[in-house]
């Protein structure tokens, strides 16, 4: 694997404005609902992969010029070192015959160099065995047809031809490169602006030899190099752009679903939480008025004994919603209901009164009676004590 960054400053700059980017991501996250963390991360990485695409397509329609490696001279002055770049014309008679025949000139050595032309689907599936093999039986037919084994070199390689030849520029420093390839490319084989792209990027003459069944070895002119740059280039970056629309378009998709889902979850919780609203709305409403007595000696204790009693000592309220109670104290004396963390004091007095029954705070609280009246039943909820329950 290649590494992606041409120096360290790049890498360097890259971090940095990974760090940079993740910057609003993560601002998002913290301050705002996730979704908008989603969005913000969807909006960069669409941002940095429409910069990438944009490069690559200029890559590909041929902008972008890259700085030409000059190898040096491997050898002695007088050795000429020729490397010949084919695939699917290596069956050609008068490819073999040219191979031959630069063979035969004194002190030169010829590479035969294969790329076995695997595509990005071969490479996914695994099948690139297939291609490298005949790959292999291509080039052994050759080597054994043209005989020298002294002089002519093969070799096959998985990579793309244009790596596979800078490859080669390390090992074998060729000082000419020759590319074969037909007039149109087939559907296995390789591109005819293969050889425009050598020359662009190695300065070491270039020959493109065009090889038809049957026919002698064929130079294309400058139109037709041009034509060959052109048309392969802006195929190659139309049915790139086409991939890169289809992944953005899969991404936006997958980025929109996944914030429906959240706000539809979002807007589950809020329905959950109205619903739950609701439901505490239906429940049947505290009574407008609890009616109650106060009865002197009216409930006998556990011990057998009569004790003075309120006939309703459990008080359910609303948090902050007034609860009127009728009272009708039949003692002689006042009594009270007083709870004292509940903030309520309510004095009883003798007769039939409306009160009102205030709590601000939910809990349960304590009430009991502050007039000294029956002293067990004062510390005994049911009798004169009991509990406020304010939800
Ligand atoms: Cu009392």
């Not at 890259?14 to 601002?27: G, Y």
């Not at 035969?112 to 065995?129: K, M, N, S």
């Not at 052109?230 to 790139?240: D, I, L």
Request: charged letters at 20%; glycine letters at 6%; aromatic letters at 6%.
């Amino acid at each position: 694997m290649r590494s992606p960054f041409h120096s360290e400053q790049e890498a360097f700059r890259f971090v940095l404005l990974l760090i940079l980017a993740l910057i609003p991501v993560v601002l998002a996250a913290v301050l705002g609902p996730t979704w908008l963390a989603l969005v913000v991360l969807a909006v960069i990485l669409g941002a940095v992969a429409a910069r990438a695409a944009q490069l690559h397509m200029r890559k590909l329609r041929g902008l972008e010029l890259p700085v030409k490696m000059a190898p040096p001279h491997v050898g002695s002055a007088a050795e000429r070192r020729v490397l010949v770049v084919a695939n699917d014309t290596l069956g050609e008679e008068a490819l073999l015959s040219e191979v031959e025949r630069l063979a035969s000139v004194p002190r030169t050595r010829v590479l035969l160099l294969v790329p076995a032309l695997i595509t990005p689907g071969a490479r996914l599936t695994g099948g690139i065995d297939g291609l490298l093999d005949q790959a292999r039986v291509r080039m052994m037919t050759a080597l054994e047809r043209v005989g020298h084994d002294i002089v002519v070199a093969g070799e096959v390689s998985e990579a793309d031809p244009l790596e596979a030849i800078e490859d080669t520029f390390a090992s074998f420093s060729p000082d000419e490169v020759i590319v074969s390839t037909r007039w149109e490319r087939p559907a296995s084989g390789l591109e005819p602006r293969l050889a425009g792209l050598v020359r662009e990027r190695f300065a070491v003459p270039v020959r493109h030899l065009v090889f038809e069944p049957g026919s002698a070895a064929h130079e294309p002119d400058r139109d037709t190099e041009a034509r060959y740059r052109h048309e392969f280039g802006e195929a190659a970056a139309r049915r790139f752009g086409l991939k890169a629309l289809a992944g953005a378009g899969i991404l936006a998709a997958v980025v929109m679903s996944a914030v429906a889902m959240i706000q539809s979850s979002e807007r589950q919780e809020v329905r959950a939480a109205s619903q739950a609203a609701e439901q505490i709305a239906a429940l049947p409403p505290v009574a407008n008025v609890v009616a109650l007595s106060v009865i002197p000696e009216g409930k006998r204790g556990p011990e057998g004994e009569k004790h003075d009693e309120f006939t309703v000592t459990e008080f359910a309220v609303r948090a902050g919603q007034p609860q009127e109670l009728r009272i009708d104290n039949t003692d002689e004396v006042p009594h009270s209901i007083t709870a004292p963390e509940a903030g309520v004091n309510i004095v009883v007095m003798p007769g039939i009164h409306t009160y009102t029954l205030l709590v601000k705070q939910p809990g349960r609280f304590l009430w009991f009676c502050t007039f000294r009246c029956d002293e067990w039943a004062m510390e005994h909820p049911g009798y004169m004590s009991g509990y406020i329950t304010v939800s």
